[in-house]
């Protein structure tokens, strides 16, 4: 009797956290980007604090305090000051929409007559001069979520860092799985979290700085302002920089410089496009191979429900969903061949897990085949 009066106190105490938790949820979403940027620079910053704290016995307040002016003066700071720049420099810019879709008719009729198919047509086109309205208030509007969640990531990384131990014994205490599983679980997040939260960027100044050599080649006006816009649409899913010099290369095009407009186009199909795939493919050597498909699916899912954070969160969440799913498999599933984990590539040092004499036998085998 009294097992089972212990079961209900359980299952109304989980149900009452649960309501809690979506009534918090609802309430507090405006402000997940902050809780979604403290969560990411509290696992790159984890291991300095842990090295100031433990290593050189400072104390907990100073060590997150110094953490804390390093992650505000090299990222928020940076990160901020580019969009007010951006949302500045949009702004004085005046684009005659009207004389271009004019140039753009002029143009498109002489391909018309060329070929004898009608391309466009430019009665659905109205709607374009209202864009550029919008996109401004768009960019004010995320310019001033940026700031506000900047606040909130500086208040809830002080306090994730200042108890970093409890925080990451507290969250593993709750998993419901095995503690080599919860090993795994937080392996993969770090490897994961990491991988994007330091890829990206790197890809996207890579991307940048060889837009930026086209761009002055090419006679782009503000090719500095472009390059760094072109970095920042890496985090784009399937059409990425793409979004930038591709409507450059046509208004080179509509301005009357066919040959030079489609040598714009080339360059940024081979060179800025093939850059990002080499890149690509050095940066997973370094850091955790995630499936390509994880990353699209993941960004296209993360930007819609995170904002500028679901670049690292929404590949991260389907990642949860692939690792739960091999979890599934390799415990439950006789026979299974699935390794509970969603990276290709693990840090054997970063994973303190005890493998199985049988787990070894097959991988010398699969590794002797390889040879073989």
Do not use: C
């Amino acid at each position: 009797m009294i097992d089972k009066n212990n079961k209900q106190h359980k299952y109304i105490l989980i149900g009452l956290l649960v309501l809690l938790g979506l009534i918090f949820f609802k309430e507090a979403r405006p402000f997940l980007s902050g809780l979604f940027g403290a969560s990411t620079l509290f696992v790159m910053m984890r291991n300095q604090m842990a090295y100031l704290t433990e290593k050189k016995n400072w104390n907990r307040h100073l060590s997150a305090t110094i953490i804390l002016i390093e992650s505000l003066m090299f990222f928020l700071i940076p990160l901020t000051a580019f969009a007010l720049l951006v949302v500045d420099t949009l702004s004085g810019i005046e684009f005659d929409i009207q004389s271009l879709l004019l140039q753009l008719e002029d143009f498109v009729n002489v391909i018309e007559e060329r070929i004898g198919y009608d391309l466009i047509t430019f009665d659905n086109l109205a709607f374009i001069p209202k864009i550029g309205g919008s996109t401004l208030q768009f960019l004010a509007a995320s310019t001033y979520s940026l700031i506000l969640n900047s606040i909130v990531i500086l208040f809830i990384l002080y306090y994730m860092l200042y108890n970093y131990r409890e925080f990451e014994s507290g969250f593993k205490e709750v998993l419901p799985f095995r503690e080599e599983n919860k090993d795994i679980l937080a392996n993969e997040t770090k490897e994961i979290i990491r991988a994007n939260a330091i890829g990206i960027p790197l890809l996207g100044i890579i991307q940048g700085i060889f837009a930026l050599g086209g761009y002055i080649v090419f006679g782009i006006q503000q090719p500095i302002l472009f390059a760094v816009l072109t970095a920042f649409s890496t985090i784009l899913p399937v059409v990425g920089t793409m979004v930038v010099w591709v409507p450059l290369g046509i208004g080179i095009i509509i301005s009357g410089d066919i040959l030079a407009g489609f040598l714009f186009l080339l360059y940024g199909l081979i060179v800025i496009g093939g850059v990002d795939n080499i890149a690509r493919l050095l940066l997973q050597k370094q850091l955790a191979d995630i499936h390509p498909l994880i990353t699209i699916f993941g960004v296209i899912i993360g930007l819609q429900m995170f904002g500028f954070w679901g670049v690292i969160f929404g590949p991260l969440l389907l990642s949860y969903l692939v690792l739960l799913f091999n979890m599934y498999r390799h415990d439950y599933i006789p026979g299974s061949k699935a390794k509970p984990r969603v990276t290709t590539k693990m840090k054997s040092r970063s994973l303190p897990i005890h493998i199985s004499d049988s787990e070894t036998k097959e991988e010398k085998e699969e590794e002797e085949e390889k040879e073989g």
